[in-house]
């Protein structure tokens, strides 16, 4: 979970988890589950006062247990000792509706892929100063625009399943309002502390 979404919360109890929703508008939507949790585990090394985003990731710890439905499904997630990949992925996060310019609440999603740091940051310096080791940084093909919101999950195909590699964490618009270079916390470079089993330990 993208810290600084949270960082203004006091408590879990000041917080909400919305499962299965498609638009962030409707809550009657089929399928939808709003969720309260008990309680927000920072890493230990997420300083909030600091203006760079190092360890930019939390854990949720949730009052009752997610059932999986139709809806609602488990993700595939990169083991530690499994990690492969080509560069290319798939950017999925919310956008506004039409009559709505200021609202992220339909899904949409784009093609991006990886960039070396030099290409990434040679447009914006202020990414190199937000990244940090276990982040990465991919952006849009020419002509792309996104205009998703912070937190868009990174997904990657590994084998026959797309699997999540990460989430945006920090981007710079451009003058368009599309987010170019993003910088992702990589999911697969904690996999020890999210409890991802390697395989050899998976029974």
């Avoid at 710890?61 to 999986?68: G, I, R, S």
């Avoid at 530690?80 to 560069?87: A, L, N």
């Avoid at 996060?93 to 609202?103: I, N, R, Y």
């Avoid at 026959?160 to 618009?173: E, K, L, N, P, T």
Wanted: hydrophobic share 35%; aromatic share 12%; net charge negative.
């Amino acid at each position: 979970m993208h810290n600084k979404k949270v960082e203004n919360a006091t408590k879990a109890e000041d917080l909400e988890l919305i499962l299965g929703a498609f638009n962030l508008n409707n809550d009657n939507e089929p399928g939808r589950i709003t969720l309260t949790p008990s309680e927000v585990k920072f890493h230990e090394l997420w300083n909030a006062s600091s203006e760079r985003y190092s360890h930019d990731i939390a854990v949720l710890t949730l009052k009752t247990e997610v059932k999986f439905t139709n809806y609602v499904k488990k993700i595939c997630m990169y083991r530690e000792d499994e990690y492969s990949y080509d560069g290319e992925g798939t950017v999925v996060g919310w956008s506004p509706e039409d009559d709505s310019p200021t609202a992220d609440v339909l899904p949409m999603s784009n093609f991006t892929q990886t960039k070396l740091n030099e290409d990434c940051y040679r447009a914006f310096s202020l990414l190199a100063w937000r990244a940090w080791a276990e982040s990465f940084c991919a952006g849009l093909a020419p002509g792309g625009c996104f205009d998703g919101t912070n937190s868009a999950g990174f997904f990657s195909k590994l084998g026959q399943a797309y699997h999540f590699r990460g989430f945006s964490s920090f981007s710079v618009r451009s003058s368009r309002g599309c987010h170019k270079n993003t910088i992702y916390t990589d999911v697969a470079s904690y996999s020890n502390y999210l409890g991802v089993p390697k395989r050899s330990e998976v029974p």
